[in-house]
């Protein structure tokens, strides 16, 4: 898979880019935790999510924030990071301007960040929210939330306690227009461990090829 260097807002970010071969492919763009706390694209979450998504005919790119691995930059609280993924996303654009889907996955602070940009950008079609950290930042700026999607967590969550997931998906499902999925998954903790991210990555592929053939917002 290529690594790729492009251009961000604070200098050269580092990501892993993986065409497809059709050049009207979907494509996604998957974000990584927290970078404080050892968070960056070869995260096991992160790493299946977009293994998960070329493996259904998308061209995905996932990439290291600012400050992380050979990404240039340092940490800037998620308002620097939130750049990034916009730069990022303008970089898989530049390559693929035939695309007709486009779906952005993010995992904990990564699925903080993906929702932002979802409010920025509204080409984006559907998103992954895996472990969304309801407990840590204020989500209250998805008012309305502009997209259909999936979010996911697990029951034995202690980093992102389950109950705050389920606050979160209820003030989103009173907003008319869209639909929100959530899925918890029994025993899974913040990362998915064992057997888990099994159960995390067959629920975000039948999500998504079911949405692919529905062609809904």
Not at 58 to 64: P, Q
């Amino acid at each position: 898979m290529p690594e790729v260097i492009f251009p961000g807002p604070e200098g050269r970010l580092e990501g892993r880019y993986h065409p497809q071969k059709e050049k009207d492919a979907p494509i996604a763009i998957v974000l990584h935790p927290h970078p404080q706390f050892g968070g960056t694209m070869n995260n096991k979450v992160v790493y299946n999510l977009h293994y998960a998504f070329y493996n259904m005919g998308f061209t995905v790119l996932r990439f290291n924030f600012r400050g992380v691995g050979r990404s240039q930059g340092e940490y800037d609280q998620g308002v620097g990071e939130l750049s990034d993924a916009a730069s990022a996303l303008d970089y898989l654009q530049s390559m693929n301007n035939n695309s007709k889907h486009c779906w952005v996955a993010g995992f904990s602070f990564g699925a903080w960040i993906g929702m932002q940009l979802l409010m920025r950008r509204p080409e984006i079609t559907g998103f992954i929210s895996v472990s969304p950290p309801a407990n840590m930042y204020d989500f209250s700026f998805l008012a309305p939330c502009p997209s259909s999607g999936l979010i996911i967590n697990g029951s034995n969550d202690r980093v992102a306690p389950p109950a705050d997931t389920v606050n979160l998906v209820n003030k989103l499902h009173e907003q008319k227009g869209i639909t929100i999925t959530h899925d918890e998954v029994p025993g899974a903790g913040h990362f998915f461990e064992e057997d888990h991210m099994d159960t995390l990555i067959d629920t975000t592929t039948s999500y998504v090829q079911r949405r692919l053939t529905e062609n809904t917002r």
